[in-house]
């Protein structure tokens, strides 16, 4: 079966910490992976994008995300947290099809100053 | 370039009363999709269209219908509104040529601003 955890419901950071939100997705082949975010009251926003090649990907706003086959994650990280990250965050799994997508559950990131 | 747009924003319905979510898009994609969201639960898919005149049934599609009759717009018909269908509703799209390109085919998906759904 296909799909996609996002185990933190909420994660909690002061502002210029680093940030690392968690990913797990089960499939069967060589998945194409996603992040995206959602700013309150918007649409969601592509933050970065696997396909394959280089594990490291990096992404908009200064985000980056390691895929690990080993561990089926795709963990979303930033060195250092800006006020204006906070947000919720989507995992998203590309399934068989040519269309869908898999979602997670999502992560609310909230910073404090 | 507007992108994926929604209206209305926000909408109160009465138990079966029915309303059209409207969604158009400005980018030429021959793929939309129609999402809601609830809460906790992520994004599902309620249906999609891969190009003007073919619509198929998403993971949740009862309760909904769909049109597509021009590339630009996928509007989203409730007939009979029900209190399980209070949700944020997406809108999105995207470039795909079926794959024949292989992976790099498969472009992201744009999403809309959403319309918040109440039925009392």
């Known amino acids: 079966a296909q799909s996609v955890t996002q185990p933190d419901i909420h994660i909690t950071v002061s502002e210029g910490a680093s940030l690392e939100l968690r990913c797990n997705y089960s499939y069967g082949a060589t998945p194409y992976l996603f992040w995206y975010v959602q700013s309150p009251g918007q649409g969601l926003q592509l933050l970065l994008k696997?396909?394959?090649?280089?594990?490291l990907v990096q992404g908009i706003k200064g985000f980056e995300a390691e895929f690990k086959r080993s561990q089926s994650s795709f963990n979303l990280r930033k060195p250092s947290v800006h006020w204006s990250d906070a947000a919720e965050y989507f995992c998203?799994?590309?399934?068989?099809?040519?269309?869908?997508?898999?979602f997670g559950s999502g992560t609310r990131l909230l910073v404090r100053p | 370039n507007a992108g994926v747009t929604q209206t209305p924003k926000f909408r109160i319905l009465k138990i079966g009363q029915s309303m059209t979510l409207q969604c158009t898009q400005d980018m030429n994609h021959n793929y939309m999709y129609w999402y809601r969201q609830d809460p906790g639960m992520g994004l599902k898919l309620i249906y999609y269209?891969?190009?003007?005149?073919?619509?198929d049934k998403g993971e949740v599609p009862n309760g909904y219908n769909v049109s597509r009759s021009t590339t630009e717009d996928f509007p989203l018909r409730l007939e009979l509104a029900a209190p399980s269908q209070t949700s944020v509703y997406f809108c999105?799209?995207?470039?795909?040529?079926?794959?024949?390109?292989?992976?790099?085919?498969?472009?992201?998906?744009?999403f809309g601003p959403g319309t918040r759904l109440t039925v009392l």
């Open positions: 696997y396909f394959s090649g280089d594990t």
């Open positions: 269209s891969v190009g003007a005149g073919i619509t």
């Open positions: 999105a799209s995207s470039y795909s040529d079926g794959g024949l390109a292989g992976a790099s085919s498969y472009n992201e998906q744009f």
């Open positions: 998203a799994l590309k399934g068989d099809s040519s269309y869908k997508l898999i």
